[in-house]
């Protein structure tokens, strides 16, 4: 599992990790891995053109250190000091020494254009708003130029708490982050900034606390959580999920949420509406049902709302029930926020950007901009696991703690039903048995993985992705 911590916590371990260790070799730690990453992507250090774009504080010290490093390999080095006399003068005295110069900002776009590699050390994690004027052209020609750009722990202009950017910022090719991953680095609309991600390991795990502001599961994570039916399992032992969804108007989004769940690892589907036909037609295997929610049948879990329309009797007669609860589409709407409140058993809500802008009464724009609080926010005000789906999926946890970010999406997935896709088999997580938080988790991890595999680069279907859905559960079985 990555992790990933705020500035304030990140900045006590480092202190304490200081406190333990001689003068300066937190920095050096620091320096030599992202020399070292810096001389992988160039390939060939000699003889190559190497511009250090240096702010203030220690994160101009550690790029000042790396190009020390560089330097002392062939490479041409020259630093652009962005504030002279603010600049790290242990970090600037060593590349000095080597033969790198010491330039301010007159002449530096020339030699940014000129660069094979350009490293980003202008403002660290405690960086607030968007970049000042001059660092903020450096940064544009440097996107612009040829060269290959790394960021020194994060890129400059945005912010590492909460993945916000609120102004100009570096685009970087490399991101090498120290100690642990910052959550900007895996949350969007930072994380497009970020490229790719490299932690260096600088002894900081020693000392961090035991959770973290963010996890983002892998393979073998996932594969503890994935239900596994035994010898003595029949369908109504593997949970039975329930299907509250699809309207005469949409009655495709019954068809797909059904696919879902019946990948999901539950023994059995219920369906419930007005799809029955089309869900029969498609998936015989299916239960249904014309009697409503409360006289379907026994279920372990509910999803509600996909193409519902207007129904909403049938998300009253689901939130009023005593087993989990997934909420999506038209359900986000028509779900009464005290009677999801009063639940006592687990709820799930799955909400887009959009949706969830509505329920929080605000742009659209602003939850974008500020997915993890807005995650959050909801979670509290509903007194509900909240997934939130986009670019970068959150799951934030009713209770609090760590939210997971799921890595495996893909844009491809921006398509219509895959949402409903992902309800129906999160929901058979959830009558699997999982928590709202590890089904979340765990089915925007498998539904992330199944886009990949249907799409392969090119455009894909919402019933392809269900298709691929047992493919992503072996990779991660085998793994």
Same mark, same amino acid.
């Given at each position: 599992m990555?992790?990933? /911590?705020?500035?304030?916590?990140? @900045?006590?371990?480092?202190?304490?990790?200081?406190?333990?260790? #001689?003068?300066?070799?937190? =920095?050096?730690?620091?320096? %030599?891995?992202?020399?070292?990453?810096?001389?992988?992507?160039?390939?060939?250090?000699?003889?190559?053109?190497? $511009?250090?774009?240096?702010?203030?504080?220690?994160?101009?010290?550690? %790029?000042?250190?790396?190009?020390?490093? !560089?330097? @002392? @390999?062939?490479?041409?080095?020259?630093?652009?000091?962005? %504030?002279?006399?603010r600049a790290h003068s242990a970090g600037l005295a060593a590349l000095r020494r080597v033969g790198g110069r010491a330039v301010g900002i007159d002449g530096a776009e020339r030699l940014i254009e000129e660069a094979d590699l350009v490293l980003d050390g202008i403002v660290g994690i405690g960086g607030k708003g968007g970049l000042r004027p001059d660092a903020a052209q450096l940064a544009e020609v440097a996107e612009r130029s040829r060269a290959a750009v790394v960021a020194v722990d994060l890129p400059s202009g945005i912010d590492a708490d909460t993945g916000e950017v609120r102004g100009a910022?570096?685009?970087?090719?490399?991101?090498v982050t120290f100690g642990t991953h910052k959550p900007g680095l895996l949350i969007d609309p930072a994380r497009e900034y970020a490229g790719s991600v490299r932690l260096v390991d600088i002894g900081l795990n020693a000392v961090l606390p035991a959770e973290a502001e963010l996890e983002a599961l892998q393979h073998a994570d996932v594969r503890r959580l994935l239900p596994v039916p035994s010898g003595e399992s029949d369908k109504y032992r593997r949970g039975v999920v329930g299907i509250a969804a699809g309207s005469a108007r949409y009655p495709g989004a019954a068809v797909l949420a059904v /696919?879902?769940?019946?990948? +999901?690892?539950?023994?059995?589907?219920? /369906?419930?509406?007005?799809?029955?036909?089309?869900?029969?037609?498609?998936? #015989?295997?299916?239960?249904?049902?014309?009697?409503?929610?409360?006289? %379907? *049948? @026994?279920v372990q879990a509910w999803v509600v709302g996909p193409g519902a329309g207007d129904d909403a009797s049938a998300v009253a007669e689901v939130l009023a029930s005593d087993v989990p609860?997934?909420?999506?589409?038209?359900?986000?709407?028509?779900?009464?926020?005290?009677?999801?409140?009063?639940?006592?058993?687990?709820?799930? =809500?799955?909400?887009?950007? *959009?949706?969830?802008?509505?329920?929080?009464g605000v742009p659209r724009e602003e939850v974008e901009g500020a997915r993890l609080a807005s995650a959050r926010e909801l979670a509290g005000r509903y007194g509900a696991t909240?997934? !939130?789906?986009?670019?970068?999926?959150?799951?934030?946890?009713?209770?609090?703690?760590? $939210?997971?970010?799921?890595?495996?999406?893909?844009?491809? !997935?921006?398509?219509?039903?895959? +949402?409903?896709?992902?309800?129906?088999?999160?929901?058979?997580?959830l009558a699997s048995g999982l928590s709202a938080l590890d089904a979340g988790s765990t089915a925007a991890y498998l539904h992330g993985l199944a886009g990949r595999f249907a799409a392969d680069g090119a455009p894909v279907g919402a019933h392809d992705v269900a298709e691929a859905v047992p493919a992503a559960w072996r990779d991660v079985r085998d793994a």
């Open positions: 990555r992790t990933a /911590y705020n500035v304030d916590t990140v @900045r006590t371990a480092e202190r304490e990790l200081m406190a333990r260790l #001689p003068e300066g070799a937190l =920095m050096q730690r620091a320096a %030599a891995g992202l020399a070292a990453a810096c001389a992988d992507l160039l390939g060939r250090v000699y003889g190559r053109r190497v $511009v250090l774009l240096v702010g203030s504080g220690d994160n101009g010290g550690d %790029a000042l250190y790396a190009g020390a490093r !560089l330097a @002392r @390999r062939g490479a041409g080095v020259a630093a652009v000091l962005l %504030a002279p006399e910022a570096v685009r970087a090719d490399l991101t /696919y879902g769940a019946l990948r +999901g690892g539950a023994g059995a589907v219920r /369906y419930v509406g007005p799809a029955a036909d089309a869900v029969i037609a498609r998936f #015989p295997e299916t239960l249904v049902s014309d009697r409503g929610p409360k006289r %379907a *049948g @026994r609860v997934l909420i999506d589409a038209d359900g986000l709407r028509l779900a009464d926020r005290d009677a999801v409140r009063a639940r006592t058993a687990p709820t799930l =809500m799955t909400p887009h950007a *959009g949706e969830a802008a509505a329920l929080l909240v997934l !939130l789906k986009g670019s970068t999926t959150l799951v934030a946890d009713a209770g609090g703690g760590a $939210v997971r970010v799921n890595p495996t999406g893909t844009a491809w !997935l921006a398509t219509a039903g895959s +949402g409903d896709v992902l309800s129906g088999l999160a929901g058979s997580l």
